[in-house]
């Protein structure tokens, strides 16, 4: 199957490193200009320097802002107009006993997690839907279906952005736009390493360390291992095709079989 968004324009949210970098170096590899965003021009400069070695036909565009924020977001759209892919990948996350989040820190997530997501759909869908083509891709979490005790903000906020994708799928609805979420499982990312070293013995390889943290930690995963963000990015491009037409309103899984449920 051979993807080809030559001509398209993507927008990735906190791409500068992580799962997020991974889609924009995936986009740009299919082909489309991809904007790399984050919250300072230096991230975003460095990101693309490593985009642009690892992808030497990348077409890149710098747009930073903090899209958390409204005046993030008009900021941006004086960058970039009209997209025909969104991804909202931004996110936050920490460990908090439930009892001790307070009013400020669920705002904080619900800010962030949900309400950077809905500011750009209802900033770029209307284009799309003008057009007749789009895709919109909002990239959720295991723990929206299975929320993780000492971070039940975040796995809270991941659920809404399910219901967000569902409900602006069917405003949607008929126009060749598509709206899906993507439920991403326990990824190896920046840091992710460290941790796992906390856990198990330092002196195994990581291969084995990181199937051994799986086991013992995280036996639900049917893949017994972390989740490169390379095969996240690869559903992420599938879904931003036209081989993805008919996929829409949907939470897709890349868990490695995390979440125990026969449905996607």
Do not use: C
């Not at 900021?75 to 025909?84: G, K, S, W």
């Not at 789009?134 to 906020?157: C, F, K, Q, W």
């Not at 405003?171 to 991403?184: D, F, K, L, R």
């Not at 326990?186 to 360390?209: C, K, N, S």
């Amino acid at each position: 199957m051979l993807i080809d968004l030559t001509g398209k324009t993507a927008l990735v949210t906190g791409s500068t490193q992580g799962i997020g970098a991974a889609i924009a170096s995936g986009l740009a590899r299919a082909g489309a200009r991809v904007a790399i965003n984050g919250r300072s021009e230096e991230s975003v400069a460095q990101a693309i320097s490593r985009i642009s070695a690892d992808v030497d036909t990348a077409d890149l565009v710098a747009a930073p802002a903090d899209v958390s924020t409204g005046e993030g977001v008009d900021a941006l759209v004086e960058t970039l107009p009209a997209v025909d892919i969104l991804v909202n990948n931004l996110g936050i996350f920490e460990a908090v006993p439930a009892l001790e989040i307070d009013d400020d820190e669920w705002r904080r997530f619900f800010e962030v997690n949900v309400l950077s997501a809905v500011r750009l759909i209802r900033t770029y869908l209307p284009g799309m839907t003008d057009r007749g083509a789009g895709r919109v891709l909002n990239i959720a979490s295991d723990s929206a279906v299975v929320i993780p005790e000492e971070m039940i903000h975040y796995g809270t906020s991941k659920t809404a952005l399910l219901a967000v994708s569902r409900g602006f799928a069917k405003e949607a609805a008929g126009t060749g736009v598509t709206v899906n979420s993507v439920i991403a499982g326990p990824t190896h990312t920046g840091g992710v390493e460290e941790f796992v070293y906390q856990l198990v013995d330092r002196a195994l390889p990581w291969d084995e360390a990181q199937r051994e943290f799986m086991r013992r930690h995280r036996p639900q995963s049917l893949i017994q291992r972390l989740i490169e963000p390379d095969e996240i990015a690869n559903l992420v491009v599938y879904l931003s095709s036209d081989f993805a037409s008919a996929t829409t309103g949907g939470a897709v899984r890349v868990d490695g079989g995390y979440v125990d449920s026969i449905l996607p």
